[in-house]
């Protein structure tokens, strides 16, 4: 990684949605990843960060990315927890926002995507 896409994988990871913005409007590579391939659109969605999801997808994030572990977008927000409050509202936008760009749903799991990947199966076409 470096400089300012590091700085987004790192504000994602802080979650700090203006940092997130600052520098994706300053033109940090949206789809950047890190040692495991991890897109700041996957980490945001892994870790519940749906109006920071919402926003990269908004941009131009890619939504079929995978991580080296084949987590995905798709895959996190179909397997989040969350409840009610802003951050579901997001993330129920972002299942929308997914199913509208063609998103394969029901999301894979991991492991399969995974297999996908070694057999170059992954993104589906």
Not at 51 to 62: F, H
């Amino acid at each position: 990684m470096h400089g300012s896409s590091e700085n987004l994988i790192e504000a994602v990871m802080n979650m700090d949605e203006n940092r997130v913005r600052q520098l994706v409007e300053s033109g940090a590579p949206i789809d950047q990843t890190d040692r495991k391939l991890q897109t700041p659109l996957i980490l945001a969605a892994k870790t519940d960060q749906f109006r920071i999801a919402e926003y990269l997808i908004g941009k131009g994030a890619n939504v079929l990315a995978a991580s080296k572990f084949g987590w995905t977008v798709g895959y996190a927000a179909q397997n989040s927890m969350l409840q009610r409050g802003p951050e579901a509202e997001a993330r129920d936008r972002v299942l929308e926002q997914l199913r509208q760009r063609g998103y394969p749903f029901p999301a894979a799991e991991p492991a399969v995507v995974k297999v996908m990947l070694a057999e170059k199966r992954w993104p589906p076409a």
